[in-house]
């Protein structure tokens, strides 16, 4: 008896075999559908094999590298065009550059909220993309049009610049700003889209997205850095702004020949609405308890979820205060305030705000990061400035050594991909080798690094100077502004870890209809970190020049203590890291259905 239940048991398994084989015979000839809600341009269900994956993400690659190159094009050499044919001040032109790219990390904000509630994040790029171009190009003829510039300087003599002038340079300016608002949050966001959540296989694919990503991002900085500054410098701003209008149009060609194999995911509505309805509900039903059982909490049934285009959130044990929003009450049963949103809302609803409560100390974390990021383009220039910059008959400019910290992320990202993520998968059993948390970690852990061998260089550098007796003269010091490498290649490998982590944190950790608005929002913590180092470098400032002392940071740094500078930075990281640690211990990751 029992050797015949053996056989039907398993013959029973055999079938199973077999129709699991089919299965997968049919997926592999006419493919599943993904499983993560996304639809073509059409709006349809779409198969895999015919879609998305890398075989879009190489024209979204393509179109990133170019904008960049287009973006980092004006952004590099800003200061001089405004200093030698706009004829403004130093100040003057600092403060314009500085604003400007200020507002270019808050225009995020808008094309984001676009993106999450009304237009999608491709409709979006679409409209953006258009209006950078336009940008692009009107700050080309701003510069190339004789009745659009001022005249040459005659000698010392510079001719100031009309205020039409000023008026269409500036306009295309933030024209361009507004174009790379609406791109910025969504294109990331958008590349990512192409690999089905519910698969794990793409899902391992998506975190290596993220790494090529940003090196295409450093690959169009490079150029832009070398190439395209040395044509503005020498051939002239007409063709050096030329160029890169030449580089945005192709962005935005490459973007729209990839459309019929794109995935789309629909927008969700407003989720600044959606996050007001939970607090403004939640305070209505402050004095109702939430019940221990959170299967008690309002929520529609089946798959379909309150939120379009989002998959329903599981219930989680944080912040319940805010669970009372989900709560049915009596009052709620009335059909009339069961439709009512600002009173009743939606466990995946409620879950959203808990989502960007949870993810809030991450983000505060990243801000001291970038203020470590900020010293590339500030202090360690003025650092580079007083060693030597010479290597036999060559002078390097010390602004030239950023480009280390580039050429860093682009030797750091293949190592990390192709090496370190095979190594650390055989430890942590995890497809993309770290998690987003590890990641950023040893990032953060990196900037500590950057800061102490920007330190060690000065002390080195300041032993030189009293050895040499160049103390109370403002001159360049016999050591090799080489020496600075290190320091740029460090911040470099910082990024490849923190920088794309947030990346990947801020899309896998948000909420499906906020990941436009998540990203601007992680965009935001660079703009973030620039303030605070200026912040920082007020403080000290004001309180290391008192009694008539000279500070740590003098006009001449032979005779002040910048290393004393970088030390406290470096404890500032250090001491970010702890309260990382300890908030990235305590985090709950999200629960997608």
Not at 23 to 49: A, F, M
Not at 196 to 221: A, L, M, Q, V
Not at 318 to 340: G, Q
Not at 355 to 379: C, D, E, G, K
């Amino acid at each position: 008896m029992s050797t015949r239940r053996q056989r039907q048991r398993q013959q029973e398994q055999q079938e199973r075999s077999l129709q699991v084989e089919a299965q997968l015979l049919q997926n592999q000839t006419e493919g599943p559908y993904t499983g993560d809600g996304s639809v073509d341009l059409n709006g349809d269900p779409i198969l895999k094999h015919r879609t998305g994956n890398w075989r879009a993400c190489r024209f979204i690659l393509g179109t990133e590298c170019c904008e960049r190159l287009a973006y980092y094009g004006i952004a590099k050499n800003l200061v001089t065009y405004l200093t030698t044919r706009l004829h403004e001040g130093n100040a003057s032109a600092a403060r314009n550059a500085t604003t400007w790219q200020g507002t270019c990390f808050l225009t995020p904000l808008i094309g984001a909220f676009l993106a999450d509630s009304y237009w999608g994040r491709y409709r979006t790029i679409a409209v953006f993309s258009t209006l950078y171009f336009l940008g692009m190009l009107s700050l080309t003829l701003s510069a190339s049009v004789s009745a659009l510039k001022p005249p040459s300087c005659v000698g010392s003599v510079c001719p100031e610049a009309s205020t039409f002038q000023v008026a269409v340079f500036f306009f295309s300016l933030y024209l361009i700003a507004l174009g790379t608002g609406g791109i910025k949050p969504c294109v990331s966001s958008f590349g990512a889209d192409q690999f089905d959540d519910t698969d794990p296989i793409e899902r391992t694919k998506k975190g290596s997205f993220f790494n090529w990503f940003y090196f295409s991002i450093n690959i169009g900085s490079l150029m832009s850095g070398t190439v395209l500054v040395w044509v503005q410098d020498n051939r002239g701003w007409g063709l050096g702004y030329g160029i890169p209008t030449v580089f945005m149009a192709l962005a935005t060609i490459i973007f729209f020949s990839g459309s019929k194999l794109y995935r789309f995911q629909k927008p969700g509505g407003s989720p600044l609405t959606r996050v007001c309805q939970v607090v403004v509900a939640s305070f209505k039903k402050r004095s109702v308890e939430a019940p221990e059982d959170s299967s008690l909490l309002y929520e529609l049934p089946g798959n379909t979820s309150a939120v379009e285009g989002s998959r329903k959130l599981e219930h989680s044990s944080e912040f319940k205060f805010f669970d009372k929003a989900a709560v049915v009450s009596i009052l709620d049963t009335k059909s009339e305030n069961l439709s009512d949103p600002w009173r009743l809302c939606t466990v995946t609803q409620v879950e959203e705000l808990k989502i960007l409560l949870r993810m809030f100390p991450i983000w505060a974390t990243s801000i001291v990061f970038h203020a470590v990021h900020a010293q590339n383009y500030s202090m360690f220039l003025e650092q580079g400035i007083v060693l030597d910059k010479t290597i036999g008959s060559f002078s390097i400019p010390p602004a030239s050594l950023s480009s280390f910290d580039v050429i860093s992320v682009l030797i750091w990202i293949p190592i990390y991909d192709r090496i370190l993520v095979p190594i650390a998968r055989k430890f942590t059993g995890k497809g993309r080798g770290f998690s987003e948390l590890q990641r950023i970690g040893i990032g953060l852990f990196i900037s500590i690094l950057a800061m102490t061998s920007a330190s060690l260089v000065e002390v080195k550098r300041l032993e030189i100077a009293k050895a040499e007796g160049l103390i109370n003269q403002k001159v360049a010091v016999p050591m090799s502004i080489l020496w600075q490498i290190p320091q740029y290649f460090l911040v470099g490998a910082g990024d490849v870890f923190t920088n794309i982590g947030l990346l990947e944190f801020f899309y896998e950790q948000s909420p499906d209809a906020m990941r436009s608005l998540c990203t601007a929002l992680s965009l935001l913590t660079s703009s973030l970190g620039s303030y605070l180092s200026a912040l920082i470098l007020t403080i000290v400032t004001s309180v290391t020049t008192q009694g008539g002392e000279p500070g740590w940071i003098p006009d001449n740094l032979n005779e002040g203590h910048l290393d004393r500078f970088f030390w406290l930075i470096a404890g500032l990281s250090s001491l970010n890291l702890l309260v990382y640690i300890c908030c990235a211990m305590r985090y709950e990751s999200k629960k997608a259905s």
